[in-house]
């Protein structure tokens, strides 16, 4: 009895671990949701916010590559420019990775302990080989 008890203790935390946290749903809706505003910050020139968006190692890799502070290096990053009619058409969940797709751009996301943050964006996919980003994070 104790076995079996270990056992299915053992399945819930393995499931539970497997599902990340909230239904896959939510967290392509909470991704997707990052994205849009990321665009809007963009749209607006509010790339303080833009920034914040951005996973560290992201924000860090963008600041070294343009010898710029984020604020100013994204907004010369080449981003495709987000428009007021910015949609959403695909969104991919693995684990605590996920890659949205827009009318304009994709981007990739991070799972963060505060949510999803931006690893990736202004991203062009390339017949068998990896995307080209425009910013991205090591």
Not at 1 to 20: D, E, K, P, Q, W
Not at 89 to 95: H, I, P
Request: with cysteine; glycine share 10%; net charge neutral.
């Amino acid at each position: 009895m104790r076995g079996a008890r270990a056992g299915a203790l053992a399945a819930v935390l393995l499931a539970a671990a497997l599902s990340g946290c909230g239904s896959v749903q939510e967290r392509e809706d909470s991704a997707s949701a990052v994205v849009l505003r990321f665009q809007e910050h963009l749209r607006m020139t509010d790339t303080a916010r833009g920034c914040a968006a951005l996973a560290p190692g992201t924000r860090d890799e963008l600041e070294q590559n343009a010898e710029l502070p984020c604020t100013r290096a994204l907004s010369d990053a080449g981003l495709p420019k987000a428009g007021t009619a910015d949609e959403v058409r695909a969104v991919d969940v693995y684990g605590r990775q996920a890659r949205v797709v827009t009318n304009r751009d994709t981007l990739f996301l991070s799972s963060f302990p505060g949510g999803w943050k931006i690893t990736a964006a202004g991203c062009t996919e390339r017949p068998e080989m990896p995307y080209q980003c425009l910013i991205k994070g090591g």
